[in-house]
């Protein structure tokens, strides 16, 4: 395990960066590497603020230990650079490609890489970039740095945790303000676009987490439904499982609704859930287990009954994406630690019927864990 940082995080987001420089610094030489090389994603964004898409141009970022971060770029791009509040090395290429790979090995003789242990995200990282890293540094060894970048960006900072309140919070506003189209004859495909609406005048960023999920009846038997044409009925199950960005730092929440009284089956298990949910955010604290937060779920249904048709994870971490460390699962043996973020889930499937999942976004405290979502979680009658 890598060391606690010594320092706590900057209250404000004035030297957040460069705090997070100074961590992954001690956590590379923790590691064992002598750079890191990220791509444009939630890594970069996380050490630097720059929100970079992946294109066909390349771009790179490059930390290596006594030297401040290095980039490469599209020249087009270089006036990005300039509300940056740290020192950064740009490795600028024109628009011919054939001026890219000079500007890899360029960059790459300033930090000495050719003999380097670079750590990378390998999920991440696509053969394209890995190609003129190669090319600039034949001799580097290229080695995942997977765990690392997790374990630095699984304990969120009091800016980061704010932000997330703030990214629940328009999604809930965004809810509230679509729950009046919810009557029989709309589509799923509709609502889906109306929350999507309403999530943008809530103050969510166009870039959502996921596109928002609509199921009614029998399709809410897939946790990962996709809205259809199909038409809302009355007295059947409404799952809406959707989120909200801001400042790139996601929400996702789960609720359900039925316009009319539910099917005695369908308000059963919602029941469970709900008492499902309420027992994971009770036994979620720092020092235990990922695993313990999911067992506490799906002890409650499987007592019920229902085990077998809970088929996935009870959770999953939340940040800059929007499946991150730590997932809550219950071969998880990770330790939650204050500052983590991860969503609680259970849910209830049932082939043909319909389907329930409660969700909610936790954070963990110094003393136990606080429900970012504050909505309602029983199944709501419209």
Partial sequence: MLETPATPAP?????????RHERLLRALEDSAFDALVLNPGPGMR????????????PT????????PPAIVLPEFEMSRLQALDFEIDPFPYTEDPATWGNAFKQMAHSRDLSASRIGVEPRSLRFLELEFLRDAAPEAQFISAESTLAFLRARKDRVEIETMR?????????LQATLPMIKPGITERDLSAELTVQLLKAGSEPE????????FGPNSASPHAVPTDRKLRECEPVLVDWGANVESYFSDLTRVFSYGPPSEEIARIAEICEEANRAAREVARPGIPASDVDRAARAVIEQAGYGEYFTHRTGHGLGLEGHEEPYIRSDNEQILESGMTFTIEPGIYLPGVGGVRIEDDMVITDDGAESLSTLPRNLVVL
């Fill in 46 to 57: 996380y050490l630097t603020g720059l929100n970079f898409h992946l294109m066909e141009r």
């Fill in 166 to 174: 703030a990214a629940v919070a328009a999604a809930q506003q965004a």
């Fill in 11 to 19: 209250a404000n987001r004035e030297g957040l960066i460069l705090h």
């Fill in 60 to 67: 790179v970022l490059a930390f290596k230990i006594g030297h």
């Fill in 208 to 215: 959502f987490p996921f596109a928002p999920i609509i199921a």
